[in-house]
């Protein structure tokens, strides 16, 4: 009986040693596991940071890009404009040029 009550023990303190390692274990992979998922993160962190500011600056040059065409489109314009009503504006330009003479004139005269 002794021998059978000695054997249960003994038992019991090997299963309570796997018990033991087996935590250890677990332990260890959760630790590693744990600090993989960091790491990843920070990788993917990183990449996004990248990506951010990769579009972000592809953003900027299609802004400048863009400004530079609608700058030109205007310049274009304003000279189609002037060019298409040169005769009316230097009819208007000598129209004023009469007024301030002739008012000038009116105005010597008195």
């Known amino acids: 009986m002794k021998q059978i009550i ?3 023990f003994q038992a019991e303190e090997k299963v309570g040693e796997i018990l033991k ?3 250890n274990k677990a332990s260890e ?3 590693s596991v ?3 998922n960091s790491e990843k993160m920070s ?3 990183q990449k996004a940071r990248e990506i951010i500011q990769t579009a972000v600056e592809n953003a900027k040059k ?3 890009n863009i400004r530079r065409e609608k700058l030109e489109q205007a310049k274009q314009e304003k000279d189609t404009l002037l060019k298409n009503n040169q005769d009316t504006i230097n009819n208007l330009v000598d129209h ?3 007024i301030i003479i ?3 004139y009116e105005k010597d005269k008195t």
């Open 6 to 8: 000695k054997e249960v």
């Open 21 to 23: 390692q087996a935590r």
């Open 62 to 64: 299609e802004a400048q």
């Open 43 to 45: 990788e993917a962190k």
């Open 34 to 36: 744990e600090k993989e």
């Open 102 to 104: 002739t008012t000038e």
């Open 96 to 98: 004023i040029c009469s």
């Open 29 to 31: 992979i959760r630790r």
